[in-house]
């Protein structure tokens, strides 16, 4: 992997991770573009002890443009975009409407293939190895930033979930704090250890699951699983074998065998509903430990949590979507349509042949 760093004309860092160690980049941002000015603010609500970024500026960011102005696809002639050059393996950019920035945290996109039509589930396995090392890039250097406690990497995919660019990306939020869930499971983590002698709640998980019958798959070094309690119809738990805090304690091996297993499993997912239905919409979202202080969470250490990929889709079923209604968004009590277990049944029913 070769990585080139520059800047846009708005000051703006962008990162290209190339496959070919000999690749040159050195195409200059030819926008006439103003700095950027954001107002980004972190507000913390009194009554749940949790934090919301208010950032009035992302009002104004690109939505939904027509395939011939996608920002995220390379510039070519006189249509330039966000990325200068006229090609990219995987390019990282500082969002132009982020939701954190300076003091409240960073936000990044990274763009996953310079295609504009096809889909993560689409990459090669070496594709999809280089948008792993990016990732574990990211949480590496964003982890050192002063404000950071926090690396969150992602992807929204389909209109349904509200995804505005329909190029094939992802993003980055490095935020000033940890987040709500990710408090949340450090709690439930240190009461197991306290209650158990010292077991560690994600180790005693994931032997659970992997002794039922919601395993969807599983390799040497990853499995994947529907756990006992979804919160959404289909919803994949993706675990490497080996306890790791985040993304950069992955060992060789397990890298090795991620895109295999992970492109596997996006590709089943839009076998869910038939190859009729359009693309399942998806939310893929990678849980790491904070880097920030632990202490309040009753001696656990960042070695104490596992990372794990979440996968889920808002399609309950064909044609219909689940949407958050008064249980979910008015007291966070989720009511899934669909058994776990079918769940699982099913997507080891549309495995690849």
């Keep these: 992997m070769k990585k080139t760093s520059t800047r846009l004309a708005d000051g703006r860092e962008l990162i290209y991770y190339d496959l070919s160690d000999d690749t040159v980049r050195d195409a200059p941002d030819r926008r ?29 960011r690109t939505y939904h443009p027509p395939a011939d102005e996608c920002p995220l696809c390379p510039s070519e002639g006189d249509r330039l975009s966000e990325i200068p050059d006229s090609s990219y393996d995987v390019v990282v950019f500082e969002n132009r409407f982020p939701s954190l920035a300076g003091d409240s945290g960073r936000c990044e996109v990274v763009c996953f293939t310079s295609d504009h039509d096809a889909s993560f589930a689409d990459l090669s396995e070496q594709q999809a190895r280089l948008v792993l090392e990016t990732w574990a890039d990211r949480t590496s250097e964003l982890s050192h930033l002063p404000a950071v406690e926090q690396v969150f990497c992602f992807e929204n995919r389909g209109a349904e979930i509200g995804v505005t660019l329909q190029h ?56 994947a699983f529907v756990p006992y309690a979804a919160h959404w119809p289909y919803e994949v738990h993706l675990y490497p074998k080996r306890r790791v805090p985040d993304l950069l304690g992955l060992d060789e091996a397990a890298r090795a065998e991620f895109a295999p297993v992970y492109l596997e499993l996006l590709r089943r997912f839009d076998r869910i509903f038939g190859t009729d239905e359009p693309p399942t919409p998806y939310i893929a979202a990678w849980h790491q430990a904070p880097f920030g202080p632990l202490e309040e969470y009753g001696g656990v250490t960042r070695d104490d949590f596992a990372l794990h990929l979440e996968l889920f889709t808002i399609r309950r079923t064909s044609g219909k979507l689940k949407f958050l209604a008064g249980s979910e968004s008015g007291m966070n009590v989720f009511i899934n349509d669909v058994p776990p277990e079918r769940a699982a049944q099913r997507l080891r029913e549309v495995a690849t042949s």
């Design 32 to 60: 006439p573009l103003d700095v950027t000015v954001t107002t980004s603010e972190i507000r913390r609500d009194p009554l749940l002890g949790d934090s919301v970024a208010i950032a009035s500026h992302r009002q104004g």
């Design 168 to 223: 094939p990306h992802g993003q980055i939020y490095a935020y000033p704090f940890t987040t709500p869930r990710t408090a949340l499971m450090l709690r439930q983590v240190a009461a197991h250890k306290a209650a158990t002698s010292g077991e560690n709640l994600f180790d005693a998980v994931l032997e659970r699951e992997l002794a039922g019958e919601r395993v969807v798959l599983e390799g040497d070094h990853w499995a």
